[in-house]
Each structure stands twice: as structure tokens, then as C-alpha cells.
């Protein structure tokens, strides 16, 4: 009985202390992740502004809010 309480107790805690980490898989990236990566790379560094105008269709923006090139996937 004893015995019991004492492994029900040791298996809580180990579940509490290691299971978030269990549970913490890589997500796979979704499409709007994988669009907006792929804009930084035509538009030129991860700070560049974009705006996508239509679907498959991106306006990259100079730092001054201009216009740059517009391009597609």
C-alpha cells in the first residue's frame, strides 16, 4: 500500500517535471511561413518590407516605404 503511494507520487512528478519537454515536437511549417520566407529572399534581408498584392504576387518596398520590384512565386 505504502509502496503504491510512493510510485504513484515518483510517477506524477516525473510527469510534471518532463512531460512539457515531451511535448514540445518541432511543428512543420505552414504555407504562410513558407511564403513569407520566401518574400524576404526576393525582397532582400528579413527586414525588408512586403505586401503581398495578390495571391503568388509580392511588391517588395525600399526602407522609405517606395516601391521597389513587384515579383512572383
Known amino acids: 500500500m ?3 503511494i510512493v510510485l504513484s507520487l515518483l510517477l506524477a512528478f516525473a510527469l510534471g517535471a518532463f512531460g512539457p519537454s515531451l511535448d514540445a515536437a ?26 503581398e498584392v ?3 504576387v ?6 522609405g516605404g517606395r516601391k521597389l520590384k513587384r515579383t512572383t512565386k
Open 58 to 63: 509580392i511588391q517588395c518596398f525600399t526602407t
Open 54 to 56: 495578390s495571391p503568388g
Open 2 to 4: 505504502k509502496a503504491a
Open 26 to 51: 518541432p511543428q512543420a511549417p505552414t504555407a504562410h511561413d513558407r511564403m513569407r520566407s520566401a518574400a524576404q529572399a526576393m525582397c532582400g534581408s528579413e527586414n525588408a518590407a512586403w505586401q
